[in-house]
């Protein structure tokens, strides 16, 4: 089945500790979201990335760092600065925009809850 | 800066009612809106997405339409089921955004559809 799958479905963070959220897409999708989703709050982007060994950040960078280094993954770092990282956080992937006529339809994975302790 | 707004923030039907959820936008300058669906502690299921030079996208029992000179998309659910239950999204693609497609999200309406 092709899809969109994260890990660990839950994971707990100690204070200073840097964590680790796992993304992978067999969609053969060039482009990569990472969102953060709080109660009451619409998702918030973290990073995108459009091709391998690229990203840019998004409205809410700051904490939280990225790779790309094969198409197929994109792995989200939250690291001890990010202060209030307890939120349920969402991977997504399209194909590349190339302009108004691209189809560029948003996938989602099932998410991941980061929960502080 | 875009920014999309859907009212009800929440909605409680009888089962089988038509229903109609709405969703705002403030810059009319899209490349095209995407509504989703959400499950409790789940990620989003896309439903339609509607090009900005379309009008309508319909899917089984879901309706969406566009307005773009309004600022103003609707989702209309046909015959709503206790299964309908979950929170609708909806997300705009502003023109401009050169890098990538990334998306701007309404807070979503939590819709209850009861047996």
């Known amino acids: 089945d092709g899809g969109i799958t994260q890990s660990p479905k839950y994971l707990f963070r100690k204070e200073g500790q840097n964590v680790t959220l796992s993304c992978e897409q067999n969609l053969n999708h060039d482009a990569m979201y990472w969102y953060r989703q709080d109660p009451g709050q619409g998702l918030r982007l973290i990073y995108y990335s459009q091709i391998v060994n690229d990203f840019q950040k998004g409205d809410i960078a700051e904490g939280y760092s990225v790779s790309r280094e094969k198409k197929e993954s994109f792995p989200l770092t939250v690291t001890s600065a990010q202060k209030n990282p307890t939120a349920f956080y969402l991977c997504a992937s399209s194909r590349l925009a190339g302009g108004r006529r691209s189809y560029n339809e948003q996938f989602f994975g099932p998410g991941t809850r980061l929960t502080v302790l | 800066k875009q920014e999309v707004t859907q009212i009800p923030a929440a909605l409680s039907v009888p089962e089988g009612e038509n229903l109609v959820l709405n969703c705002s936008f403030t810059?009319?300058?899209?490349?095209?809106l995407q509504w989703f669906r959400q499950d409790p502690g789940k990620g989003l299921t896309s439903l339609l997405l509607i090009q900005s030079s379309q009008r309508e996208q319909t899917s089984g029992r879901l309706n969406a339409s566009l307005d773009k000179s309004s600022g103003r998309s609707t989702l209309y659910i046909a015959a709503s089921q206790p299964g309908d239950s979950a929170t609708y999204l909806c997300?705009?693609?502003?023109?401009?955004?050169?890098?990538?497609?990334?998306?701007?999200f309404g807070e979503g309406t939590q819709l209850t559809v009861n047996p």
């Open positions: 810059d009319s300058a899209i490349y095209n």
């Open positions: 997300a705009v693609r502003p023109v401009g955004e050169t890098s990538g497609s990334r998306l701007t």
